[in-house]
């Protein structure tokens, strides 16, 4: 069986992890699922997880963001309760990308609606000659 | 199409890349692979005996274990890898939690394999968010418009 562990994190003003472990639990699909802080873990075989999870993401399409994990919940050598706690690998990148999911699920809101977003103007990278003339101009004699 | 992502275990990117219908060639994968069928408990920290040759492929064998450790992980997406969608300077891939120099290694393999690439940084206002969603959303159309 080939088996894939993915985890739901909810940003959601509307969607609570316990909604969608019950959304899940009501599926009666044959997966493993775990209800954490940021969302939920599923894992279970590759189509049926997908499938599931497809249907998740309908309930809150700006909300909920989905990415692949490489363990399955409650494996001992990653899970805290074994490891006397501290941040799982892994915690520190969620973290960091945690706190742009609002900004993220605003962008995929106004790009539904079809604005196209102002091109910012970049700075451009000092030309070398420029440069020469400002080192000459600021020399003390 | 396989999308590179990197940093290779974004939230974001990954979930992105799948929304808007292309497969994301991310680390995690890789991971869960080594861990579900040769039973590793933490990889790369336990590697089997054919990561160190894959590792060898990109550093010699003077280059630090974790480089060339980490290097086999990320082997089977880089080889795979159609295109490539790649943030700047992120900040968990610094310090303790990574490895400037297997960073700058990917980075320089992806360029060299002059497949489409984009070029971000993450974005710190609502403004940048709209720009880093819409130019991952044209890219990943331009992937698909491109194959037709």
């Known amino acids: 069986m080939d088996t894939l562990t993915k985890m739901v994190v909810i940003n959601s003003e509307k969607v609570l992890p316990s909604d969608i472990v019950i959304k899940l639990y009501q599926s009666k699909a044959d997966v493993m699922i775990k209800e954490t802080c940021f969302g939920v873990i599923v894992s279970g075989e590759r189509s049926v997880v997908n499938t599931l999870l497809d249907e998740i993401r309908k309930m809150d399409p ?3 963001f989905i990415k692949e994990r490489g363990l399955a919940p409650g494996e001992q050598y990653r899970c805290r309760a ?3 706690g501290g941040a799982r690998p892994g915690f520190h ?3 960091t990308e945690n706190k742009m999911l609002p900004l993220i699920a605003a962008a995929l809101k106004a790009l ?3 604005e196209i977003p102002k091109q910012k103007q970049r700075k451009k990278k000092l030309d070398v000659e420029r440069f020469k003339e400002i080192i000459k101009q600021t020399e003390v004699s | 199409m396989k999308v ?4 290779t275990n974004s939230l974001v990117l990954s979930d992105l890349v799948e929304r808007f219908g292309h497969e994301p060639l991310a680390i995690m994968q ?5 861990v579900r069928t040769q039973s590793l408990d933490s990889p790369p920290i336990n590697i089997t005996p054919e990561d160190p040759k894959l590792g060898l492929k990109y550093a010699a064998v003077e280059v630090p274990s974790g480089v060339r450790g980490r290097m ?4 089977p997406l880089i080889s795979n890898a159609d295109a490539a969608i790649v943030v700047h300077d992120p900040a968990p891939s610094f310090g303790c939690m990574g490895c400037a120099r297997t960073n700058e290694l990917v ?7 002059k497949i489409p690439l984009l070029e971000l940084d993450y974005p710190s206002s609502e403004d940048d968010a709209k720009e880093f969603v819409y130019k991952i959303s044209r890219f990943l159309k331009s992937l698909t418009e491109g194959k037709k």
């Open chain 1, 93 to 95: 990148s969620i973290e």
């Open chain 2, 30 to 34: 890789e991971i869960g692979k080594k």
């Open chain 1, 112 to 114: 539904d609606k079809g």
């Open chain 2, 72 to 75: 086999s992980l990320f082997d």
């Open chain 1, 82 to 84: 074994t490891r006397r």
């Open chain 2, 107 to 113: 980075n320089f393999l992806i360029r060299a394999k």
């Open chain 1, 62 to 64: 700006y909300g909920i």
């Open chain 2, 4 to 7: 590179f992502i990197y940093p």
